[in-house]
């Protein structure tokens, strides 16, 4: 989108309501041709419906122009998913349910809730490309709250979880990274991290740790020997750390075991997308992919 709201006013001249939601994803999805999914026909009548559709005018099959995105067949109206969307992708620390709830003036906290869980649920791309060239490698961990008690430093009856961290080095700042919640920091656990996120023939920065040692299809550049700081070697791998927990500290007020994953997917999100919000914008509704649409039950973790 070259003409990307950056304020609330601007959103709200782009997208003043449905009909005007309804002919950006049009031209969004279609402006440089519609093909029929059926019979690839490139004519269509459009279908006055609850949700602008467009029907084929040779089979006459019909398509919604929300077909195959996040907000396929949902009863809320689009105005409410694209403010949802943009507040999220714009919104420097990300938004909780309750802020998300309030801001949409939504009828119950348990939409807002299922409405971000499915605005994060397209936030990983299942065709990413791995991290190349080189990469700092590392892993940490992350305090977690216990019996709902929100995590403090220092607190013993709270957990620890293990986080592998990976960032691209480019040039003299920081690519795009990956995190990923690991058991134990065995080699084969960050071996599997770095063959999972590290593309073959890239060059893996590490503190020296044995668990690095057996890398395969990547080269190793252990940089720890001795007594040099881990953070003066592999100063992006260990900010992006810091910048992780003060945000899981910051908007989460801690973070729980079931759901780390989740919150790191999202902080590797928008640092990966730190520049491009119209990018995070589209793909949050799910535009650049197609998605199975998650149900309540896969969101919630019962499936
Ligand atoms: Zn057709």
Redesign the pocket.
């Known amino acids: 989108m070259t003409d990307f709201p950056r304020s609330l006013p601007e959103f709200e001249r782009r997208f003043p309501d449905e009909a005007a939601c309804a002919e950006w994803l049009l031209e969004r999805r279609w402006g440089s041709g519609f093909a029929?999914?059926?019979?690839?026909?490139d004519r269509?009548w459009r279908l006055g419906r609850k949700v602008l559709t467009l029907q084929?005018?040779?089979?006459?099959?019909e398509t919604s122009v929300t077909a195959g995105t996040v907000m396929h067949r949902s009863h809320l109206p689009l105005k409410v998913w694209f403010t949802a969307a943009w507040l999220v992708a714009t919104h420097r620390n990300g938004m909780s349910a309750r802020q998300l709830w309030l801001q949409l003036g939504l009828g119950s906290y348990k939409s807002a809730w299922l409405l971000l869980r499915k605005l994060r649920a397209a936030m990983v791309d299942p065709d990413r490309e791995p991290l190349a060239g080189l990469v700092e490698v590392d892993e940490t961990s992350l305090p977690f709250r216990g019996g709902g008690e929100p995590a403090r430093p220092g607190r013993s009856h709270d957990g620890k979880l293990l986080v592998a961290g990976a960032v691209e080095i480019r040039g003299k700042g920081p690519g795009r990274i990956r995190l990923a919640v690991i058991g134990d920091c065995s080699a084969v656990a960050l071996g599997a991290f770095v063959a999972g996120n590290v593309a073959e023939g890239s060059t893996v920065v590490s503190d020296g740790w044995a668990g690095y040692k057996r890398l395969k299809d990547v080269k190793h550049d252990p940089k720890v020997v001795g007594d040099a700081p881990a953070h003066l070697v592999l100063p992006w791998v260990h900010r992006v750390f810091a910048n992780a927990k003060r945000w899981a500290l910051g908007v989460y007020h801690g973070l729980r075991p079931k759901h780390l994953q989740a919150y790191l997917d999202e902080f590797v999100f928008r640092f990966n997308r730190r520049r491009t919000p119209h990018a995070a914008f589209d793909r949050l509704l799910g535009l650049s992919l197609t998605l199975e649409p998650a149900s309540y039950q896969m969101l919630v973790g019962r499936s």
């Open positions: 029929c999914p059926e019979c690839g026909h269509f084929c005018r040779a089979c006459r099959r």
